[in-house]
């Protein structure tokens, strides 16, 4: 059973930071493309950053030059480094990754629980 573990959530100030990690476990081989996306009350879940697993990394317009999307393979985990918060960058942040559990297995695509961010003003 594969799991999406995310943890670094809270409550900060704007202007500070918070970074958030999600590791992966269970029965893997392969992990592709690592992402985070985020859901305000009232508002659809929208992409914030994605990192292949070459490497490559892209991130909606709001959050470029403030956040960082980064993994580290050996450990299966991702992570999003959230810098200059702003009270609109308040919602619950989800992990989201293309696993595959069997070389016999087609890729899957994985959900982790959510983690909520909520920057003050």
């Known amino acids: 059973q594969v799991q999406l573990v995310e943890s670094g959530g809270g409550l900060v100030q704007a202007g500070g930071s918070l970074r958030l990690s999600c590791a992966a476990s269970?029965?893997?081989?392969?992990?592709?493309?690592m992402r985070w996306y985020r859901q305000a009350p009232g508002k659809q879940r929208e992409l914030v950053a994605a990192?292949?697993?070459?490497?490559?990394?892209n991130y909606a317009d709001s959050v470029k030059g403030r956040f960082t999307i980064s993994r580290d393979n050996a450990k299966s985990t991702v992570y999003l480094q959230m810098n200059s918060l702003k009270p609109e960058d308040s919602a619950v942040h989800y992990c989201n990754a293309d696993i595959r559990e069997s070389w016999y297995k087609p890729w899957n695509d994985y959900w982790g629980q959510g983690t909520q961010v909520t920057v003050s003003s």
């Open positions: 990192v292949t697993s070459g490497g490559s990394t």
């Open positions: 269970g029965s893997i081989v392969s992990i592709g493309a």
